[in-house]
């Protein structure tokens, strides 16, 4: 039931003393750090969390100009690993491990794979990118320390992916939620029903944002349990939260991260239950701990103590990062409320596309969502009405009168990585 | 079934007969498709390269896209093949009437079909020997009750194979 009992279940108390102690360890091997060093000679013991809370927050923008070694604490020589970010604007964004560091992340992620039912018995399908990339590598090592076998496959060729699936009898895998709804129709080309020639379980998505009724449609189609799970490859990459059995909400690890929410506009930590920023300091990683990190990640934290007994509190699922915003005609919109409106519609499939583009010094919301061959009945008025209640569900979820348009199974792009979803003309 | 016995038939079941429906069924593809260049060549390259033949054809169009609705001899065969392309596609039951090709008798259709109160949601014409006759392809709410109506009528119903044999 749990990978580690006594951590997973330790008493509220008992973790904010262990946590006031792990955030004076910190802080003080912060400022061997060239950037740390400066920002943090004014802060010398915390007693209490409202002590740890005066300290300035940790922009992206931050790691940026840091960039290569300014978060350094060690010598390069006790580095053993570092992931970056693709750096397609401005410096990427590298992060450093010694050999504990990764131990640790390791440690964590075997915990949430354990969690969500993963055992040693269990054939592990890991569909996720390998590379600097930290979601395949990540998981990896996560499945191995927990000692289910482990299939190193990577992303893409579908046929392959099957293949596979067939053959070794993978009962987990670990996918893109996009991708995982584009295999679908690779298996019913191929004539597999993934509920009867398959052996799936389990499935972990993420590393894009999607919404619960993209996972209930994942879960529908291949008779699968689908875990959410949260990370940031500042935060190490995936492992940071992670639902349990019951689903609603993923479980944070208290004893390895440091949480807040904040108001994003005036940086006020908020009480639990309040919407805002996500806000994490790692606890244990030696190599380049990280304070207050804007994760720029809009979720709250879950009242109540879950039916599984472990005491981590929950953080919801993703609203957006504050980045996806879209203003449109002065009205905020996220992508993924759009998502979720598109995902309810069984006539609908599950690739679309948000355009937002300028006309007449207006902004114009496109939507362009694919039909799903199966419930198709043949007639234009079945098309018609489903069309004007898409619109009609859309404007009641954004307050924007969007323009949707239906089009063919199959005829919008399709990317091997990170699907594509939104696509800004006017910047 | 002979059309006189079927007659017969009716008139002695007085219009309730149960004759299994189907009898007289014909088919017909309705795709999705957009609005935009090249989509229905697409559709007719899929058949053709399978030797499937058109025979007739209809597209009702909203704008930005709309449903062609095509007959095909072997529409089952067709379905499948189009399936396997990833196209949307749908097959529906449809009425085929043959109608003589001369003025007055797709009056004398619909006039039946109106006085029974018989909605008509989509309606087309092909017409297969010139002079000689016509097929309306119809497609109502009222399926069954349509199909007795003509017959009671003497309206003949043809069904997928009898579509192409004319």
Known sequence: MYWEESIETIKRDDLDKYQIKMLNILINQAKNSTFYKKR????????????????????????????????????????VRLHSSSGTTGNPTVIFHTKNDLDEWSNLIARCMYMAGV??????????????FTGGIGFHYGAEKLGAMTIPIGPGNSKRQIWFMEKFKTTVVHILPSYALRLYTHLQEEGIDPKKDLSLKI????????????????????????????GLSEMNGPGVAFECEYQNGMHLWEDNYYAEIINPETGEVLPDG????LVLTTLKRTAMPIIRYRTRDLTRIILGKCSCGRTHRKIDRIKGRSDDMLIINGVNIFPMQIEQILMKAKEL???????????????????????????????????ERLQKHIIEE????????????LVESGSLPQNEGKAVRVIDHRK | MKEKQLELLIIENNLNLNFKIGDFMAHQLSIFVENKPGKFEKITKILGEKDLNIRGFSVASSGDFGVLKIIVNNPEKAFEILKENNITVSIRNILAVQIDDNSGSLHNLLNILSTNNINLEDCYGISV????????????EKYPEAEKILLANNIRILNDSEIYSL
């Not at chain 1, 055992?119 to 600097?132: A, H, P, T, V, W």
């Open chain 1, 349 to 383: 499939g599950a690739n679309y596309i948000i355009e937002v583009q300028k006309e007449n010094f207006m902004d114009k919301l496109y939507i362009k969502v694919e039909i799903n061959n199966q419930f198709f009945n043949g007639t234009l008025e079945e098309l």
């Open chain 1, 203 to 230: 499935a972990f998505v993420g590393a894009e944002p999607h919404t619960e009724e993209t996972r209930r449609k994942i879960e529908e189609l291949y008779g699968i349990k689908v875990y959410n799970s949260y």
């Open chain 1, 119 to 132: 055992r040693k018995e269990d054939i592990f399908q890991n569909i996720m990118s390998y590379g600097l």
């Open chain 2, 129 to 140: 020997a010139y002079n000689k006759s016509a097929v309306i392809i119809i497609e109502v």
């Open chain 1, 274 to 277: 309040e919407e805002g920023e």
């Open chain 1, 394 to 405: 859309l404007k009641n979820e954004i307050g924007v009168n969007p323009i949707v348009k």
């Open chain 1, 40 to 79: 943090l000679f004014n802060y010398e013991k915390i007693n209490s969390f409202s002590d740890f809370q005066k300290i300035p927050f940790t922009t992206k923008q931050d790691l940026r100009d840091g960039f290569p070694y300014d978060f350094l604490t060690i010598d390069i020589k006790d580095v």
